[in-house]
């Protein structure tokens, strides 16, 4: 259950979507963020909106179930992954979902992200997974992504985009904003030679990761 008033879910949400469009995180209409909101139903962003252009007033209340019951507009068309993520993590409130530019790149080629590489994502996002494709805007993309939600914080979706879930909403967007920077530097990495994975004793030196 959210630790936050609805007016203040709202303007997070309205202030993260800003902050995924001014960062490239997202283009044009694309991505989708949400909240779990008191009562159990989830605040989410509507469908075929820029990010940038979001306002408070947009946002629809679904129930766990998808039903809209507040809203005037129609929710993302990718209101079944986030559901999902609700579903079965019910300390987690908040999920972000972009197309940003590096990420993006790792799961169009359907190359996973390296593990044990910078102890920064060992220790706070854990490994990052690859989920195989599931027709976005459906519920095949959710079942797709279900058997991963539990073990990961942070998801590439083959040929579609990545996603990232947490404590709440700015928590979510801070794990997508850490893996884009991440691919980026695997990427760059490449130039070098490649990375080079830490050993397993600086693994187990460092904290566990939460997934809850």
């Known amino acids: 259950m959210s630790t936050y008033d609805d ?5 997070e949400i309205v202030e993260i979507c ?11 209409t694309e991505g989708n963020v949400s909240a779990r909101a008191d009562g ?31 809203g005037d507009l129609a929710p993302t068309s990718e209101k079944w992954m986030h559901l999902e993520f ?15 530019v590096y990420c993006t790149a790792f799961a169009a080629a359907h190359r996973d992200l390296p593990h ?12 990052i997974a690859t989920v195989p494709y599931g027709r976005p805007s459906s519920a095949k993309l959710a079942e797709a992504l279900a058997p991963y939600v539990l073990r990961h914080n942070v998801f590439l979706l083959e040929n579609h985009g990545a996603t990232a879930v947490g404590a709440n909403v700015r928590d979510a967007f801070h794990r997508l904003q850490v893996a884009e920077a991440y691919a980026k530097t695997v990427w ?4 070098l030679g490649g990375v080079k994975p830490m050993t397993m004793a600086q693994v187990a030196d460092l904290p566990l990761p939460s997934f809850e």
């Open 18 to 28: 800003k902050k995924m469009a001014d960062q490239g995180l997202v283009a044009g």
């Open 7 to 11: 007016a203040h879910i709202r303007t």
């Open 116 to 127: 044990n590489i910078l102890p920064e994502l060992v220790a706070v996002i854990g490994q």
């Open 40 to 70: 159990g139903t989830v605040l989410m962003t509507p469908s075929g909106y820029n990010k940038g252009d979001i306002t408070a007033d947009m946002l629809l209340r679904l129930t766990p179930d998808g039903n809209v019951v507040e």
């Open 188 to 191: 760059a990495a490449e130039a």
């Open 86 to 100: 609700y579903k079965q993590r019910p300390k987690s409130n908040g999920v972000a979902h972009g197309h940003p």
